[in-house]
């Protein structure tokens, strides 16, 4: 009678080893190609279901030894016949032949997702050169510092309020840390990639992943020196504006569910009506080089900034409701000045605390992103000129009275 399971994780075996394979010949110089991977993983299942049949270990210790040497007979030829330097194939071919092992003890699921796992790693070698080579000494070292905060930290943080008044929820904070510091990361890394030489609205795009005030401030210093690509700047500016409000979106979205339904549509009004005001600025078709002076945000020292501003801003909100709610978006309007998305995440953690209301929350959050685009104002005019401020303010005059209005007619209609 035909073994319908060995056929099948015959078949399995093949298809996963084949995987490797297959990558493997993209290579200019094929050392060990599809088909030798697909009958290396066939040994590996071959071997246990062998060692099973017969009751014996010997079989899986023999096919180690002769998978052993042609692991080491493919490093000889590699390096000393080929003279490409590298363990990567040999390496692979010892995990198809894993691979091939757990598929022999019927770990089906676990096999396909190592094989694909593997395969990742061996297709993503050109992007991990190119990001290897885009980021300096001190951009590497500030992501291995924050990958303890990450991987270290957050998960041993408590995941209850620590401090008396029951406020400070240290999992949600390391959380907002995390999803600020790495939407701003993959905006500094694009950055590095693509290079300086961009069109001013799209440097304008990516840098307000990172830090939108800094993108303004260095897109209006290059107006002060260059009047002429002011309408290129402008619109670099307000996409800058508009992509800081989505990124709070998304750091609401991770806090709060219940705060993001009451801020989506504001903010999206907001945000929509600026780029469409953007559009609409005529723009000369020249590219310009423009070097933004932005730090890593995976540094430690802006996200020390960040909980600062988290914490400072958290205690003053509980302590405005006191006050009023008058107190809660003074607070929020005052916050929103040296950052929006601390603002955000505070008003975002006492809702989920059960602190704070969340219309009163969301309202405070509008009001912060309000003042955030404000401070744009500001910086365009110490930074570049007054004409361009004036140019930006009605911009975002208009943008903060239709998420106000929309606001207003949510919570108060």
């Known amino acids: ?53 017969v009751a014996t270990p010997w079989v899986m210790n023999l096919t180690l030894l002769g998978v052993v040497f042609i692991v080491l007979l ?20 010892f995990l198809a032949y894993l691979i091939g092992i757990l598929v022999g003890l019927g770990l089906y699921i676990e096999a396909i997702s190592a094989s694909i796992v593997v395969t990742s790693i061996l297709v993503f070698k050109k992007y991990t050169t190119i990001l290897s080579e885009a ?119 991770l806090l709060s569910i219940d705060l993001l339904r009451l801020l989506l549509l504001p903010t999206l009004a907001m945000c929509l009506l600026g780029v469409a005001q953007s559009f609409l600025i005529k723009t000369k078709k020249t590219l310009r080089e423009v070097e933004l002076p932005l730090e890593s945000p995976f540094a430690i020292l802006p996200s020390i900034k960040f909980a600062l501003i988290f914490g400072v801003i958290t205690f003053l909100s509980y302590y405005a409701q006191n006050i009023g709610v008058g107190g809660i978006y003074l607070t929020a309007l005052a916050g929103g000045l040296v950052s929006s998305a601390a603002v955000v995440a505070s008003l975002a953690s006492l809702v989920a605390l059960g602190k704070l209301g969340t219309e009163v929350a969301a309202l405070g959050g509008v009001l912060a992103m309000a003042s955030s685009s404000i401070s744009g104002v500001f910086i365009a005019k110490v930074s570049g000129t007054s004409e361009l401020a004036k140019r930006y303010l009605r911009v975002v005059l208009v943008n903060i009275a239709a998420g106000v209005t929309v606001a207003a007619i949510m919570f108060l209609g």
């Open 135 to 253: 980021l300096g000494h001190e951009e590497m070292r500030s992501a291995m510092e924050f990958g303890l905060i990450a991987f270290v930290l957050y998960p041993v943080a408590p995941d209850y309020p620590i401090d008396p008044l029951g406020l400070i929820n240290p999992k949600m904070l390391v959380l907002a840390i995390i999803v600020v510091s790495t939407i701003g990361f993959a905006g500094f890394l694009t950055l590095r990639l693509v290079g300086l030489e961009l069109a001013l609205t799209l440097v304008g795009g990516i840098g307000g992943l990172v830090n939108s005030q800094a993108t303004i401030s260095a897109l209006a210093d290059k107006v002060r020196k260059s009047a002429e690509i002011a309408p290129n700047a402008l619109r670099g500016m307000i996409l800058a504006n508009a992509v800081m409000l989505v990124r709070n979106l998304a750091l609401a979205s």
């Open 74 to 93: 493919l490093g000889i030829i590699k390096n000393f016949r080929t003279f490409d330097i590298g363990i990567t194939t040999p390496v692979a071919f």
């Open 1 to 53: 009678m035909v073994d319908t399971e060995f056929i099948k994780m015959l078949l399995i075996s093949a298809l996963v080893g084949g995987l490797l394979g297959v990558e493997r010949e993209l290579k200019v110089q094929v050392i060990a190609g599809t088909r030798t991977f697909m009958l290396i993983s066939i040994t590996g299942t071959l071997s246990v279901y062998l060692a099973t049949k």
